[in-house]
Every structure is written in C-alpha cells, then in structure tokens.
Nanobody, 131 residues
Framework: QVQVVETGGRLVQAGDSLNLSCKAS????????MGWFRQAPGKDREFVGA???????????YVADSVQGRFAISGDKADNTVFLHMSRLEPDDTGVYYC?????????????????????WGQGTQVTVSS
C-alpha cells in the first residue's frame, strides 16, 4: 500500500518562509505526479502546486495562481519526494497542507491540479501563520 507522509508544518510569523516535504513510499511505487493542497478552517481543500514526471527524464511543475510568486515546487522523482517552498507567508496561508500522489499519466495537465487526480493522500501537516 502506498503511503504519503508530509512533514515541516509549524507556527510561523507573517513574512516568514517555510519548506514542507512529502515522501511517498510502499507498494509498487511508480508515481507520476505529486501535489500539494491546503484546507483552511471552514473552506474547501484547494490546489497549491504539483510536481509531475511523465518520463524518468522530464518533469513539469504547476503552481496555483493564488500563490504564484510566493510558493515554489520542487521534487526528486527518484526518491518520490516533493517539496513546497513557501515565502512571504500571510495569515491567509494558514491551514492543513496535504500531499497527494498519483501513478497516472494525464495528457490533460489540469488533472494534476484537482483532488480527483490523486489516489493517495497524506494525513496533512498544519501550517499556522500569525499576524
């Protein structure tokens, strides 16, 4: 069974930077993409970013417009690990950050930006940004 584990969430102050890590492991692991989503209290879970690799030598990244310029995605496909680099954090960035993985190759990139595109989910890591 594939397991997804996020780490790195904590309490920070507005303007700080924070990096989250996520690793997928277990089962017959042949992930093709890993994504980050977040959920603030009382709100729906929203896409933040994704790191995908359709082949062993290529990769693509996607970042939500709402965090473009502040957040970045990187990954290590050989280790099935993805990182979320967050800078200039704001109180509205507070929430539980979830990592997800998929073994599917999508020809429509938007499928890496929606919840239904992922089969395996982590338990989430809390990020709290104080003002």
């Amino acid at each position: 069974q594939v397991q997804v584990v996020e780490t790195g969430g904590r309490l920070v102050q507005a303007g700080d930077s924070l990096n989250l890590s996520c690793k997928a492991s277990g089962g017959y692991l042949n992930t093709k993409g890993m994504g980050w989503f977040r959920q603030a209290p009382g709100k729906d879970r929203e896409f933040v970013g994704a790191y995908t690799w359709k082949t062993p030598i290529t990769n693509e990244t996607y970042v939500a417009d709402s965090v473009q310029g502040r957040f970045a995605i990187s990954g290590d496909k050989a280790d099935n690990t993805v990182f979320l680099h967050m800078s200039r954090l704001e109180p509205d960035d507070t929430g539980v950050y979830y990592c997800a993985a998929t073994k599917r190759v999508y020809h429509e990139p938007y499928l890496y930006t929606v919840r239904d595109g992922y089969s395996y989910w982590g338990q989430g890591t809390q990020v709290t940004v104080s003002s």
